[in-house]
């Protein structure tokens, strides 16, 4: 079955960095592009980027781009999120999601999302 498990989640002051990574496993890792959400408390889940298969190509929300890094490696089955330039409103948990089904929104077409993990910026 697919599973996504994601860890590197903690406490940061604003103006550091943290690198999230999601271990795949459970379907062809390398076939798929993957993506990161986040959700802060009361807020909806928001899109924050997406890598594609191979790796190549990336497509990062607004509020991302520019701090934010997606990259992958298909070896080892794991993608990352390297969070630069952190703000306090960076604050949610994090999720990675495989995208199995392709639309020409990339913040559509995820089926299986990881636990979270909890990415905490403090002012």
């Known amino acids: 079955q697919v599973q996504l498990v994601e860890s590197g989640g903690g406490l940061v002051q604003a103006g550091g960095s943290l690198r999230l990574s999601c271990v795949a496993s459970?379907?062809?890792?390398?076939?798929?592009?993957m993506g990161w959400f986040r959700q802060a408390p009361g807020k909806e889940r928001e899109f924050v980027g997406t890598v594609s298969a191979s790796g190549d190509s990336t497509f990062y929300a607004d509020s991302v781009n520019g701090r934010f890094t997606i990259s992958r490696v298909n070896a080892k089955n794991t993608v990352y999120l390297q969070m630069n330039s952190l703000k306090p409103e960076d604050t949610a948990v994090y999720y990675c999601a495989v995208r199995r089904h392709v639309y020409s929104d990339y913040r559509m077409g995820y089926d299986y999302w990881g636990q979270g993990t909890q990415v905490t910026v403090s002012s």
């Open positions: 459970g379907f062809t890792f390398s076939s798929y592009a």
